[in-house]
């Protein structure tokens, strides 16, 4: 970055409201916080500084995506605080927007010659109740079931927005008591990360002391380089890194695919397809709901490979073993494997307008 920084900024996320109000309190002296919110048509913006002057502004959305419409309001607002020469910020994102939609989009602008070039991110942070963590990776808890849907038709559940932002965040807030949540939390963050366990802990040089690699956070989240992080198994939590550079077999997929998203467990990771080989086909799994859709085309050799955490018996998890094995096309199959390409391969429902 060229030129001086004149408006450092760390962003919080989390799918809870009171953490967000509560994290967003303790910020740390010195810092302003900006909370943003998404009503029906508009984007609440308010503004708290230590000693206690700030505003209040609400944007009208620009459109029907809210979060270019969230962004679209935040910016003008940043380089606002930029220009004022404010120094330090926390940027408190409205309540299931997850970090991947808004901070590459931010990082952009922050490029010499950009609106925000005089800014710089330093931290993602995700707060995560422990205490709720649990159910809400394991059962499959739509947003809207919460009061959280961000519009009228979001389908995403607690669990596929917990997974993302605790695997694209640089620090984690990790509140409760929980010991179950925590060993989840433990194996779905990445082992560069921070995790702290008390509001105390997120002093303003956490928050605010380093700079936010998006190109790493990325890729600790994108399908094809996510990795196995592990952690404590005291709790009979467990986590399987199951990996191949065979292909699926895209009948015994959709016969069988139920046996790789067992009651008690999530996954995310990628796979491909001899009907599809230049696919990169994304797995997700939150309370044995399965989602799969793409990320693009490999730009390497294809592979498959699932991240699969779940809790308790161990019998759960041989058979997930053992049925990734037995889905996965055998050597044998592969000599034919030209012919599934362009073939009707069943799959067509799971990945609509992609050949």
């Known amino acids: ?32 916080v900006l909370v943003c919110d998404l009503r029906d048509a508009s984007v609440l913006l308010h503004l708290a500084r230590p000693d206690g002057s700030g505003w209040e502004r609400e944007v009208p959305l620009a459109h029907p995506c809210l979060t270019c419409s969230l962004r679209e309001a935040v910016v003008p607002a940043l380089a606002e605080l930029a220009d004022r020469g404010d120094g330090a910020l926390l940027l408190a994102l409205p309540v299931a927007v997850e970090p991947l939609n808004v901070l590459p989009a931010l990082d952009d602008l922050m490029s010499p010659g950009e609106v925000l070039h005089d800014c710089r991110l330093t931290a993602s942070v995700h707060a995560v109740d422990l205490s709720t963590a649990a159910r809400d990776l394991l059962d499959h808890v739509p947003l809207a079931e919460r009061g959280l849907a ?13 997974m993302m932002s605790l695997g694209y965040a640089d620090v984690v807030l990790a509140l409760g008591e929980d010991t179950l949540g925590s060993d989840l939390v433990e194996h779905l963050r990445p082992f ?31 399908p094809a ?5 592990g952690g404590p198994t005291t ?24 046996e790789l998203a067992p009651t008690g467990t999530c996954a995310r990771g990628c796979f491909w397809l001899p009907s599809r080989p230049r696919t990169v086909c994304t797995w997700e799994v939150n309370g044995s ?33 053992r049925s990734f094995a037995e889905i996965l096309m055998s ?18 429902d799971w990945f609509p307008g992609v050949e």
């Open 289 to 321: 709901t399965v989602s799969v859709g793409t990320a693009g085309d490999w730009e390497e050799d294809p592979r498959t490979h699932l991240i699969v955490t779940g809790v308790g018996d161990p019998g759960v998890r041989e058979a997930v073993e």
């Open 331 to 348: 050597e044998e199959e592969l000599r034919d494997a030209l012919a599934w390409v362009g073939a009707d391969d069943g799959l067509a």
């Open 150 to 162: 961000l519009f009228e038709e979001d389908e995403r559940c607690t669990g596929e927005v917990l």
């Open 225 to 229: 380089s996510t990795a196995a992080w």
């Open 235 to 258: 709790h009979g939590v467990w986590t399987l890194d199951l990996h191949s550079e065979r292909p699926f077999h895209p009948g015994r997929l959709a016969d069988r695919v139920g």
């Open 1 to 32: 970055m060229e030129g001086p920084v004149l408006l450092s900024i760390s962003v919080l996320s989390t799918t809870d409201p009171l953490l967000r109000d509560v994290t967003s309190l303790c910020a740390g002296d010195g810092t302003d």
């Open 192 to 222: 560069d990360t921070l995790r702290v366990d008390h509001l105390d802990d997120l002093t303003p040089d956490l928050l605010l002391g380093g700079t936010h690699d998006v190109d790493e956070a990325i890729g600790r989240v994108h």
